[in-house]
């Protein structure tokens, strides 16, 4: 009689062998939440509660240029016309509802923990997806165009438009200074680009571009890939800069920021809320998160809006984005 083996496969023995599942669930890829610290502008001394407020700033009195006359003095003048921005603020949340059964039947046992880091990072996903939006809506725009010095006001059609450059970074970084904004760090300012935005900048051709001192001078930023301080910005990445498109082509927004861009209005900041158990077993838990807050461009003199293509995807294939892949 052959001999029988107690083996994982076949036999009696197999209903002891199954596959291990990893207890510890991963976490999809987290979004780099970069643009709120830009809402450097928050009102100090409201004179009541209301969802909107306004702030008042005052004009300059035009140089007095004119040598004064002896014994006739000048005329009096009125004070400059001000300026008023208003913020109104908005409730934004979110609510997941947790079962007593789903709780304690999960085989990780993480599903209340899980389900508050979800709601913790959704919370800010969302303000500075907000505060994104608001820069999106500044009016100062320059264009990558191929047919007007590398420049345009306004928008080139589809063939024209090109990616980002020295002479755009630039040209943003001028405008600001020109319009008396003021840096963000030392005598930098902030420049928030899309990664494939970078790419462009990074990989330009020719001379006075942001490869010639990185290649032959400071090299670190070659090594490291990244876009570091150029051109008196100091760049920051992120996938999360909203584009628009011309034709069939993805235009990128990047944006070039001094101090006191953005208002910001927050009567509640985003928290953790544990709702209101209201079903007669106790089974049914609710946790949610919850603001009260409120954007508004504070300084179109401090936003520099830089659009244009990228090069990258005419000979990648980038994929399809998926944080859990």
């Known amino acids: 009689m052959p001999d029988v083996f107690v083996r994982t496969t076949g036999g009696n023995a197999a209903v002891f062998h199954a596959t291990a599942l990893d207890l510890k669930v991963r976490w999809y890829l987290l979004r780099n939440n970069i643009f709120r610290q830009f809402a450097d502008v928050h009102p100090l001394d409201p004179a009541h509660n209301y969802r909107t407020v306004t702030l008042t700033l005052n004009g300059e009195l035009a140089l007095a240029t004119t040598p004064l006359d002896e014994i006739v003095n000048p005329d009096s003048v009125d004070i400059p016309a001000t300026r008023q921005v208003s913020v109104t603020m908005n409730e934004y949340g979110n609510t997941m509802k947790h079962t007593l059964l789903s709780r304690e039947t999960t085989w990780n046992r993480q599903l209340p923990d899980d389900m508050v880091f979800m709601l913790a990072e959704n919370a800010a996903a969302t303000i500075d997806n907000r505060v994104e939006t608001t820069l999106a809506g500044a009016t100062n725009i320059v264009w990558t165009d191929n047919t007007t010095a590398g420049l345009a006001s306004a928008a080139p059609i589809e063939a024209n438009l090109t990616g980002m450059s020295a002479k755009a970074t630039a040209a943003a970084v001028t405008n600001l200074r020109v319009r008396r904004g003021r840096p963000k760090r030392g005598n930098n300012f902030a420049a928030v680009i899309h990664p494939n935005v970078a790419f462009d900048l990074k990989n330009e051709a020719g001379a006075n571009v942001w490869s010639t001192p990185h290649v032959n001078v400071d090299t670190s930023e ?69 603001a009260l807050l409120g954007w508004s461009i504070f300084r179109q003199n401090s936003i520099q809006v830089v659009r244009s293509k990228t090069n990258l995807n005419v000979a990648v294939n980038q994929g399809t984005y998926d944080p859990k892949a």
Do not use: C, K, Q
């Open 222 to 290: 070659v090594y490291n890939g990244v876009v570091a301080t150029y051109a008196g910005a100091d760049f920051l990445e992120s996938r999360e800069v909203s584009t628009t498109t011309i034709g069939a082509t993805t235009v990128y927004n990047s944006y070039f920021l001094g101090a006191e861009a953005i208002l910001e209005a927050s009567a509640i900041e985003p928290h953790l809320v544990i709702g209101e158990i209201v079903d007669p077993m106790r089974r049914i838990v609710p946790v949610s998160w919850h």
